[in-house]
């Protein structure tokens, strides 16, 4: 056993591949067979996954999940921002640039939408809780938008690092909503064409989320809503420590 997990430790990331491949064929199996297909694999793929993160952090007390645990620590690699950062770019490759102009009006207004509904929630919320001033409310506000926008924008205005935290768990929880409830969703929304998935996308933002959701949806879509939640990300980082904050002093103080 200890020659075994010697050579799992040495070679975690192709373990982590091999844990996440198996994790998905029983997904895959549990949807055709407990749901008859009406709950995408992805997405009960992504719900074992946090029960398992849950489960791996109570045992080891770490804040990695189960990358806490040795030979699981190629799943900290393989889920990490480079990775991440890489499969999101990828999926550029596979976007029809002729469904990109079909969005036109109704792609922009989305994003314009999400990015300015998700602030507006984030800042309200952040002042229900007491944190009434505007290097606080922005950041939180931003961090509703996306967790990567949070930081940003907190580290930018000069937040607190605590504010900065909870920029990231509002920004995390979303992704997370997002990704279990688009397949749930999708159907009710019309939700099963490039156009509409590049406005889910801008309206939603959260990159991670919005890929995540639309693979255990359509794959075919992944593409399309990745692209406009990619441009929400980069806009509200752009938006965040500037517009909405110095609106924020404005009203507030």
Known sequence: MDIIADVLERNGLLFAFVVVGALMLVSGW?????????????AIAIMLGLVLAYLGGIQTGGEDGLADIAIFSGLGLMGGAMLRDFAIVATAYGVDLQEIKKAGAAGVLALMAGIVVSFIVGAAVAAA????DPESMATIGAGAATYIVGPVTGTAIGASSEVIALSVAAGLIKAVV??????????????NNPKSAMAYGGLMGTTSGVAGGLAATDKRLVPYGAMTATFYTGLGCLLGPSVFYFALVGLFG
């Open 30 to 42: 549990l949807s055709k067979t407990l749901t008859r297909g009406r709950l995408q694999g992805s």
């Open 178 to 191: 997002v990704m279990v409830c688009t397949p749930l969703i999708a159907p009710f929304i019309g939700l």
């Open 129 to 132: 809780f007491g944190y009434t």
